[in-house]
């Protein structure tokens, strides 16, 4: 604050960084290294991951990189390349910050995009991995939005919305605490206009296939996973979701319930989003599917958080219920189709099954392309349709989206991949040497949800699914994961062998959930288990 000079709140941290940095320069490499396994095991050394790979230490990584084929493939690779991105996101989110468009290989002063938050899509994905892979990092962002997003945030609401309820931010955040929409062109307010970010956030995990379309220059099902509903229904840590967790999820509620507005176009009762458009999509209009979809899953998670968190005011609880069931939820089939942006001209709302809007989603997925040419031709954007292929059980489209990334490409000048380089980093595009990290950190959560997937749903008294090899490409044919979380508070250990699985674990926590599970495989429910609080079930195939 203007008091203190807009200092940072605690000593300043270069005295102790260059005796830190001397005291590292005089130590012998073996030393440094073993310090750093015993540094960092503890924070990966709960799971493991076998795609049936054959270590290569007789060659070099670059040799291996350009010796690889897409749709061929080498598992020894893409082993290397998920266990390289749990590795990145250790070394960027510990302590006081989060990890942020370049994790803690920023350079200099100066960087892309000011390597800040952009939570549109970015910061999302650079934690999509942690609980899924049993990692120990995410505080460092739950205490970031507590400490910067929250009360900045509430002032936000207030000043450029006129609401006195919760807080907000927008699309691109700093260390600093802005969350306003940052206007820098003719058209940052594509970008900008985002206040769909908190609900995004506090909210999140790999959802269905209903969420497509929410970000129009990509392919699009929202891949949500992770964040702060995600980490206490991943651990069941009631005590962190009774200090922490509730009143982020609860103050991003607030905003939203007071944001949504009846839909006076179509009077058809319904309650909308106005004014939004689709991230970084110009076109603007009310009801985007990607607003009303975030939303309305916001709503069922305050009202699964609220009697865990002890919470005793039932006006907030009633008022959540009651606007939720008025929500268009964004789901709507056009002429050809696909799923559609926009509600429809007629504004009749349509009830589809679920295999209706798989089907859309298919059909838009492909509409959408591969994420190369004429595309932007990022990284980041290839790992997320991978994560929606994998979601709608496609292993061949899933596996040659991964393997689209690593593809050689020729320039006018050279030759190159298209996205991971010789050193591993995800570049943003072929024509670019720009990092960005949110690629290397999809990249094990994407993986893994060719392998496992555990849909939420909204009522704990319903039976969670748990679906095991729903992609599993032929490339893969035997394998094994230990330590996967999934949701309740429950660990999965998992082995395949010809494409087909032979066994599976389900350990339930002390302080898991007790609830009927369903083991999926090949569409069919193989065994029905009543996972209670401190029990180890194993199924043979």
């Known amino acids: 604050d203007a008091a203190h000079s807009y200092s940072f709140k605690l000593a300043d941290p270069h005295d102790a960084l260059v005796v830190l940095i001397g005291k590292a320069a005089q130590s012998d490499v073996g030393s440094q290294l073993a310090q750093h396994v015993q540094d960092y095991g503890p924070a990966v050394g709960k799971f493991s991951l076998s795609l049936g790979q054959q270590p290569d230490l007789d060659n070099p990584t670059d040799q291996l990189w350009d010796a690889y084929r897409t749709n061929a493939g080498n598992p020894y690779l893409e082993w290397l390349l998920f266990n390289y991105g749990r590795y990145m996101l250790i070394s960027s989110s510990r302590g006081l910050l989060s990890a942020n468009l370049q994790g803690m290989w920023a350079f200099q002063q100066s960087n892309d995009w000011g390597a800040d938050y952009h939570a549109n899509i970015n910061l999302q994905m650079n934690y999509w991995m942690a609980e899924m892979t049993n990692m120990d990092v995410a505080k460092p962002l739950f205490d970031y939005i507590e400490k910067t997003w929250v009360p900045r945030g509430t002032e936000t609401a207030q000043i450029l919305y006129n609401i006195s309820r919760g807080w907000v931010t927008h699309d691109e955040m700093n260390i600093f605490g802005h969350t306003g929409m940052k206007l820098n062109s003719d058209d940052s307010q594509a970008s900008v206009n985002y206040p769909e970010c908190p609900a995004w956030m506090v909210r999140c995990r790999i959802l269905t296939s209903d969420q497509i379309l929410v970000y129009a220059r990509v392919s699009s099902c929202m891949v949500q996973m992770i964040h702060v509903w995600d ?128 089907d859309a989603a298919t059909i838009s997925l492909i509409h959408r392309g591969n994420g190369t040419d004429p595309d932007a031709d990022s990284g980041w954007e290839k790992v997320w349709r991978a994560a929606q292929w994998a979601q709608l059980g496609n292993a061949t489209e899933f596996y040659h989206e991964l393997s689209v990334c690593y593809m050689q490409v020729t320039q006018p000048s050279k030759r190159s991949h298209r996205n991971f380089g010789h050193d591993l980093f995800s570049r943003y595009n072929p024509n670019s040497n720009r990092f960005q990290i949110d690629a290397n950190l999809a990249y094990p959560a994407v993986l893994l949800n060719g392998l496992i997937q555990a849909p939420d749903i909204a009522s704990y008294s319903a039976p969670l699914n748990i679906i095991l090899l729903p992609a599993l490409p032929t490339n893969w044919p035997s394998g094994s994961i230990h330590g996967a979380r999934i949701h309740g508070g429950r660990t999965l250990d998992l082995e395949w062998s010809d494409g087909k699985p032979t066994q599976a674990t389900i350990t339930t926590d002390q302080t898991g959930i007790s609830r009927t599970v369903d083991v999926v495989y090949a569409g069919r429910v193989v065994k029905t288990l009543t996972a209670g609080s401190s029990s180890t079930q194993t199924i043979s195939f």
């Not at 009631?238 to 949504?260: M, S």
């Not at 006006?315 to 268009?328: A, G």
Request: charged share 20%.
């Open 231 to 358: 980490h206490f229904d991943y651990t069941h840590d009631v005590d962190w979701w009774k200090a922490q967790g509730w009143a982020l999820l609860r103050g991003a509620t607030e905003f939203q319930l007071q944001k949504l507005i009846p839909d006076l176009h179509f009077n058809d009762s319904t309650l909308v989003v106005s004014p939004c458009n689709s991230p970084e999509q110009t076109p603007v209009t009310f009801g985007c599917p990607h607003a009303q979809q975030v939303i309305w899953q916001l709503f069922n998670s305050a009202e699964k958080g609220y009697q865990v968190a002890e919470d005793t005011d039932s006006v907030f609880l009633d008022e959540v219920r009651t606007k939720r069931s008025q929500m268009d939820k964004g789901i709507h089939i056009g002429s050809w189709g696909q799923l559609q942006g926009p509600v429809p001209q007629n504004g009749n709302l349509h009830n589809y099954t679920t295999q209706d809007v798989i």
